[in-house]
């Protein structure tokens, strides 16, 4: 089973930028879709972003279009979410995950595989 860790969180001001990194190590990347969840304390697990193992094709909550990208690197074993435009809404725990097989609309249940999570607040 892939081991997933998540990096590049902090403390952001609204209208800022953060780019989140997620190793993974344990598996072939390319087999598998992978995504980003988040949750804010006391919320479910909510879907960010997913990519297909290629990464030719990707998906997005509403809340995050137009604003977050999600990309791969399978030859350096790595998924990452650049998120732009940041707003207080935007804060959470956010969890990287990945499975053979993309199920859509995607599931924090449909994942089996997760990393520890990597904090992002957005505050004035």
């Known amino acids: 089973q892939v081991q997933l860790v998540e990096s590049g969180g902090g403390l952001v001001q609204p209208g800022d930028s953060l780019r989140l990194s997620c190793a993974a190590s344990g598996g072939t990347l390319g087999m598998y879709s992978m995504a980003w969840f988040r949750q804010a304390p006391g919320k479910e697990r909510d879907f960010v972003a997913a990519i297909t193992g290629s990464g030719e094709s990707t998906y997005y909550a509403d809340s995050v279009k137009g604003r977050f990208i999600i990309s791969r690197d399978n030859a350096k074993n790595s998924l990452y979410l650049q998120m732009n435009s940041l707003k207080p809404a935007d804060t959470a725990l956010y969890y990287c995950?990945?499975?053979?097989?993309?199920?859509?609309?995607?599931?924090?249940?449909?994942?089996?595989?997760w990393g520890q999570g990597t904090q992002v607040t957005v505050s004035p």
């Open positions: 995950t990945a499975d053979l097989i993309l199920r859509l609309p995607a599931r924090a249940s449909d994942f089996d595989c």
